[in-house]
Nanobody, 133 residues
């Protein structure tokens, strides 16, 4: 019943920026719901980018994107945003929005293994990000 719809991907040069959006239907933004962004480059496995609860936005970023990517949200629009700054060619890939319910408290993303795709039950269709040199 939860549906996720990503948008905002595109083609940019290195050093450029994009803002990805994920509209979540059937999911209440709170400290009992979590969302994440994953990406998959051509020929590579899908990797976690960031995990967050949807209440206070207690986030956990992959080391490769720390300081460059930033989570935000719009509660009224039930939308989670991922701001991608200082993009690098290695950021190229299909970006997927994911979500899960529970556990209560908003701190689950601090778990060492939170950014495993198996932890998320709901997935969007993906949006393509291409970064040229």
């Amino acid at each position: 019943q939860v549906q996720l719809l990503e948008s905002g991907g595109g083609s940019v040069q290195g050093g450029g920026s994009l803002r990805l959006s994920c509209v979540a239907s059937g999911l209440t933004f709170s400290s009992e719901s979590y969302m994440g962004w994953f990406r998959q480059a051509p020929g590579k496995d899908r990797e976690g980018v960031v995990c967050t609860d949807t209440g206070r936005l207690i986030t956990s970023y992959a080391d490769s994107v720390k300081g460059r990517f930033t989570i935000s949200k719009d509660n009224a629009k039930n939308t989670l945003y991922l701001q991608l700054d200082n993009l690098k060619p290695e950021d190229t890939g299909t970006y997927y929005c994911a979500a899960r319910r529970g556990p209560y408290g908003g701190t689950w993303c601090a778990s060492r293994s939170a950014l495993n795709e198996e932890n998320f039950a709901y997935w969007g269709q993906g949006t393509q990000v291409t970064v040229s040199s």
